[in-house]
Each structure stands twice: as C-alpha cells, then as structure tokens.
C-alpha cells in the first residue's frame, strides 16, 4: 500500500499531457536555462583559468565580465546552446520516464527497500536519458563553451558559434564536435544517475521522516507540501551528484575549450590541474555548479508536477 501511495507523489509519464509538456515545457525549461545561464559562464571561466588568472572566484569572475562586457558578456554563447538545449532537454525526459517506468518492474521482483527500489529505478533511468541526450549535447558544449571563455585566460576570440564550427570543421572535422565526449559521458551520465538516484532515495525519506510513509492514504499530503519535498530532494540530489561529479566536468571542460592548435590528454590536463591547484583543482566551479544543478533539477521536477495536471 505505501508503494501504491507513494507513487502519487513521483512523476507519471502515462498521465502526463504530452503537447502540453513538449510545448509548455519546452518555454519552461528556454525560462530556466535564461536565468542560470550566466552560472555556467562563471563555473566554466573559473574551470579553465590557468595559474596566472587573476579571478579565482565567482564574484571576481563575475566582476570582470561585467567590467569588460556588461550583462551580455553573461550570455556569451547562449544563441548555441539555446538552439540545441530545448531538443536535448525534451529527448533527455522522454527517455528519462520511458525508461523509469520499464526499471520500476525489472526491480520489483527483488523486493528491496523503498528508497533502495526508487533510487535504483531513478538512477538507471537517468543514465539512459543522459546518453540519449549526449548525441546532441555534446557538440552545443563544445561550442558554447569556447564562446564562453573566449578572449579569457589566453583564449581565442571568435565571431559567434558559427566561426567557431567553421574552425572546428576546418582543423578537426566533424569528431572536432565531439571532443570530449567519452568524459562527457562519464560526467553527464553518472551526474544524472546520482541526481536521480539522490532524489528518488531522499524524497521517500523525507515522507517517511514526515510519516507518510505507511499510512499515506489516511492523510493524503497537500498539493504545497508535495511540491515542497520534492524541491527539497532537488536541492539534495543537487548537492551530492555535484560534489561527486565536478572533478570529471573540470577535465572535460578543460579539454574541451583548448586551442584548436593545441592538442593535449585527458592525463596531461589532471597533470596540469595537480601542478597547479593540487586536489583543489578538480573543485574549481563547485560553488555555480552546485546551484545550477540544484535549480535545474528543482525546477524540472516543479515543471513536471505542474504540466502533469
């Protein structure tokens, strides 16, 4: 009975509109990647910064865009990735529930615990999704990133993501898309499998901390009180698949916006991390990244509940 009822609360893909959610969803999530876009110029400015950057923290990053380009320079390469975001978004939650639905009945014959059960299902359904939606992600990284740091630290200047697929087609040819991607695949696919293992697990402890766990039906929780959980399990998953996964986004954002001249390994750019910043390294960006997953993922979830009614 609890697992019945606990269900009430997760997103369901059967009753969920789907021109609502493809059309309404798609304005929902272009809103979201608006506001925080400016989080993922700052995380990936700091990331790229060699040793003799004078911005080593968000708020000097922050501080120089503002001083050189004004707000815009906040929204550097944002035309790519708004192009490429809403498709990778809409294939990325496809997959995600399609394949949620299916891990839910593959588990359940092996009887685990609830928060077991959901953060397995979650888990693997966001892996899946993750590398569905790599295929168009990574190149819209690729190129909005370069834009990003560009005329930074030493970086190359372009004309617009067009110049930059120009170069990239010119030196590396099409794989030039796609620099990067196998770390790509290592960061997204674990990062999103954390995320949703992370809030699968901490939504039904929360409930269960509540006491909703076994006796939901004789108090079903209130519309707020439902949304409010799982904002929080957001706000969770987003500090834990954030703090797991950001050494990995460092290299491969690192490799990624290199030269196009310049060639250089996975190993060299640890080496060059190490050398640098020690350990600390790997942790450049948290700060933005730990917020961006956070809202992203909270407002996802928020979305889902609104365009399922």
């Known amino acids: 009975m609890a697992a019945s009822s606990l ?4 997103i369901n893909w059967d009753k969920l509109d789907k021109t609502k959610f493809y059309v309404v969803g798609a304005g929902i999530f272009t809103g979201v990647t608006v506001g925080l876009y400016p989080m993922s110029v700052i995380k990936t400015r700091l990331q790229v910064a060699t040793k003799d950057t004078v911005e080593k923290s968000a708020s000097s990053v922050i501080r120089g ?78 190129i909005s990133q370069k834009l990003m740091v560009q005329g930074y630290s030493g970086h190359e200047k372009y004309n617009g993501g067009l110049d930059v697929a120009r170069k990239i087609i010119r030196i590396d040819g099409i794989r030039g898309f796609y620099r990067g991607f196998g770390l790509s695949v290592m960061t997204y696919s674990p990062s999103s499998a954390v995320w949703w293992a992370s809030y699968g697990s901490s939504q039904r402890i929360i409930w269960r901390f509540l006491g909703q766990g076994t006796d939901f039906e004789a108090a079903a929780p209130s519309g707020s009180t439902i949304m409010l959980v799982q904002a929080t399990g957001g706000i969770i998953a987003g500090a834990t698949a954030s703090c797991i996964t950001t050494p990995l986004d460092t290299i491969k954002t690192r490799l990624q916006v290199m030269g196009l001249e310049r060639r250089s390994s996975a190993r060299q750019v640890v080496k060059t991390l190490i050398k640098d910043d020690g350990w600390t390294g790997f942790y450049r960006g948290l700060g933005p990244r730990f917020f961006s997953m956070s809202a992203w993922g909270t407002t996802m979830i928020l979305a889902y509940e609104y365009l399922s009614h």
């Open 7 to 10: 269900g009430q609360t997760e």
């Open 65 to 142: 865009i503002l001083k050189t380009d004004g707000i815009p320079g906040l929204y550097r390469g944002f035309g790519t990735v708004i192009t490429g975001a809403v498709p990778a978004r809409i294939i990325f939650l496809t997959a995600l529930e399609t394949t949620k639905v299916a891990t839910f009945k593959m588990v359940e014959p092996f009887k685990f615990s609830e928060p077991t059960q959901a953060a397995l299902a979650n888990g693997i359904a966001g892996m899946s999704a993750s590398l569905c939606s790599q295929a168009v992600f990574v190149p819209i990284d690729v």
